[in-house]
C-alpha cells in the first residue's frame, strides 16, 4: 500500500513484530491487552475517558487520563487506524479493508457497519462535522459521509474525476473544508464537499495531517520533519523548521493552545506560540508514535507503536534535534 500510512506508523509496525506479538498473545485465553503491546494509530478522549485503536481491530479505554489502560476486541481483525466520536456516546471508528465500526456506549462496544461503496480499500482518519456530519476518507481517493451518525454512507467524489490519492485528513476551517493528501496535495471545498479546488502545495512529499490551531492559523505536517503553516486559510505556506528528519504522524492543540506533533524514533515536538517554532522531546520508549493529546490535567498522553505513556510535566527530557533522527 502506497499511502502515508505505509511511509510512517505501519512500515513500523512490521519492523517492530507487534502484530506477531499480538497473534501470539491471543492464542492464549483472550489475555489481557496491553498498550505498550500493540501497535496503536489514534487516540481521542470522550469525556473524561480516552479511546485509542490500532492493529488487529484492538480499543485501549483509559479512564485515569492515560496512567492505565484496558482493551477490547471488536468484531474485526483489521487494523483500525482512526477514530471520533459526535459525544461521549456515539463514535465512528475505521481501518483497513473498508472496514468501518460504531459504537453507542462510549467505545465500550462496537458493530460492523456495511460501507458497501468502501469495496475493499482502506480508510485512513475519520472526521466529525459542525453541523453532525460524518465523514471517513483514505485510499485512493475514498470519501464517503454519513448524515444519520454514521448509520449509513454514501460515497462523494473528491477533488476531481481522476483523483486517486490517499487522503490523510480532512478539517473544517471556517465554512470551508481542507483536505491534506499524499504527494503533496491540499485541496479546500466551500460547499461542504460538494465541489473542490487544489491549492497550489509547497511541497511534493505526502501530508500526514493538518491542525486548526488557537490563533487561526493552519498547520500541515508529513514526511521527513515537514511542516508548514498558513494565516491565510490554506491559500499559501510558510515552512516550520521542526528540526527533525523524522516522520511526523499526528497532531493535536490542546485547550490552552499547545501544539503537539509526534513521529518516528519517539519524537514529540510541542509549541507555546502557534507552531511558530518547537521544541524536542523523546518519548522514553523511542519507538515511533501515533497520537498525542494534553489531558484534562495538563499532562502529554500519547500512544504508539508498543508506546503508550503520559509525560507528567511541561519538562520532559529534551533531546537535541541531532539525537532524533529519520
Same mark, same amino acid.
Given at each position: 500500500?502506497?499511502?502515508?500510512?505505509?511511509?510512517?506508523?505501519?512500515?513500523?509496525?512490521?519492523?517492530?513484530?507487534?502484530?506477531?506479538?499480538?497473534?501470539?498473545?491471543?492464542?492464549?485465553?483472550?489475555?489481557?491487552?496491553?498498550?505498550?503491546?500493540?501497535?496503536?494509530?489514534?487516540?481521542?478522549?470522550?469525556?473524561?475517558?480516552?479511546?485509542?485503536?490500532?492493529?488487529?481491530?484492538?480499543?485501549?479505554?483509559?479512564?485515569?487520563?492515560?496512567? !492505565?489502560?484496558?482493551?477490547?476486541?471488536?468484531?474485526?481483525?483489521?487494523?483500525?487506524?482512526?477514530?471520533?466520536?459526535?459525544?461521549?456516546?456515539?463514535?465512528?471508528?475505521?481501518?483497513?479493508?473498508?472496514?468501518?465500526?460504531?459504537?453507542?456506549?462510549?467505545?465500550?462496544?462496537?458493530?460492523?457497519?456495511? #460501507?458497501?461503496?468502501?469495496?475493499?480499500?482502506?480508510?485512513?482518519?475519520?472526521?466529525?462535522?459542525?453541523?453532525?456530519?460524518?465523514?471517513?476518507?483514505?485510499?485512493?481517493?475514498?470519501?464517503?459521509?454519513? !448524515?444519520?451518525?454514521?448509520?449509513?454512507?454514501?460515497? +462523494?467524489?473528491?477533488?476531481?474525476?481522476?483523483?486517486?490519492?490517499?487522503?490523510?485528513?480532512?478539517?473544517?476551517?471556517?465554512?470551508?473544508?481542507?483536505?491534506?493528501?499524499?504527494?503533496?496535495?491540499?485541496?479546500?471545498?466551500?460547499?461542504?464537499?460538494? !465541489?473542490?479546488?487544489?491549492?497550489?502545495?509547497?511541497?511534493?512529499? @505526502?501530508?500526514?495531517?493538518?491542525?486548526?490551531? +488557537?490563533?487561526?492559523?493552519?498547520?500541515?505536517?508529513?514526511?521527513?520533519?515537514?511542516?508548514?503553516? @498558513?494565516?491565510?486559510?490554506?491559500?499559501?505556506?510558510?515552512?516550520?523548521?521542526?528540526?527533525?528528519?523524522?516522520?511526523?504522524?499526528?497532531?493535536?492543540?490542546?485547550?490552552?493552545?499547545?501544539?503537539?506533533? #509526534?513521529?518516528?524514533?519517539?519524537?514529540?515536538?510541542? @509549541?507555546?506560540?502557534?507552531?511558530?517554532?518547537?521544541?524536542?522531546?523523546?518519548?522514553?520508549?523511542?519507538?515511533?508514535?501515533?497520537?498525542?493529546?494534553?489531558?484534562?490535567?495538563?499532562?502529554?498522553?500519547?500512544?504508539?507503536?508498543?508506546?503508550?505513556?503520559?509525560?507528567?510535566?511541561?519538562?520532559?527530557?529534551?533531546?537535541?534535534?541531532?539525537?532524533?533522527?529519520?
Amino acid at each position: 500500500m502506497r499511502s502515508a500510512l505505509a511511509c510512517g506508523l505501519l512500515w513500523a509496525v512490521s519492523q517492530f513484530a507487534s502484530v506477531g506479538t499480538f497473534a501470539a498473545e491471543a492464542a492464549v485465553a483472550k489475555p489481557a491487552i496491553k498498550a505498550s503491546r500493540v501497535a496503536l494509530f489514534d487516540l481521542a478522549a470522550v469525556g473524561k475517558r480516552l479511546v485509542a485503536v490500532g492493529e488487529r481491530g484492538v480499543v485501549m479505554q483509559s479512564d485515569d487520563e492515560g496512567r !492505565t489502560w484496558h482493551g477490547d476486541r471488536t468484531p474485526t481483525s483489521r487494523a483500525l487506524s482512526a477514530v471520533a466520536f459526535q459525544d461521549d456516546k456515539v463514535g465512528i471508528a475505521v481501518g483497513h479493508g473498508g472496514v468501518l465500526l460504531r459504537t453507542e456506549d462510549g467505545g465500550k462496544s462496537w458493530r460492523v457497519v456495511e #460501507v458497501s461503496d468502501a469495496g475493499r480499500d482502506s480508510f485512513l482518519g475519520v472526521t466529525l462535522l459542525r453541523d453532525g456530519t460524518f465523514i471517513a476518507y483514505g485510499a485512493f481517493g475514498l470519501y464517503v459521509e454519513s !448524515t444519520d451518525q454514521g448509520k449509513s454512507w454514501v460515497r +462523494k467524489k473528491v477533488v476531481d474525476d481522476e483523483f486517486d490519492r490517499h487522503i490523510s485528513e480532512v478539517i473544517e476551517v471556517g465554512e470551508r473544508l481542507l483536505l491534506v493528501a499524499e504527494s503533496g496535495m491540499i485541496a479546500v471545498s466551500p460547499d461542504k464537499g460538494a !465541489t473542490w479546488r487544489k491549492i497550489q502545495s509547497p511541497y511534493e512529499g @505526502s501530508f500526514f495531517g493538518v491542525l486548526k490551531l +488557537k490563533d487561526g492559523a493552519l498547520l500541515t505536517y508529513g514526511m521527513r520533519g515537514n511542516a508548514y503553516r @498558513s494565516v491565510d486559510g490554506g491559500e499559501t505556506w510558510t515552512k516550520v523548521e521542526i528540526g527533525t528528519t523524522s516522520a511526523l504522524n499526528g497532531g493535536s492543540v490542546g485547550a490552552d493552545g499547545r501544539v503537539v506533533l #509526534v513521529g518516528n524514533n519517539g519524537l514529540i515536538a510541542t @509549541s507555546d506560540d502557534n507552531a511558530q517554532s518547537f521544541d524536542l522531546w523523546r518519548a522514553p520508549e523511542g519507538l515511533p508514535l501515533s497520537r498525542a493529546l494534553i489531558g484534562s490535567d495538563g499532562a502529554l498522553i500519547y500512544v504508539g507503536v508498543m508506546a503508550a505513556g503520559r509525560i507528567e510535566t511541561a519538562s520532559p527530557k529534551r533531546q537535541s534535534a541531532g539525537n532524533i533522527g529519520s
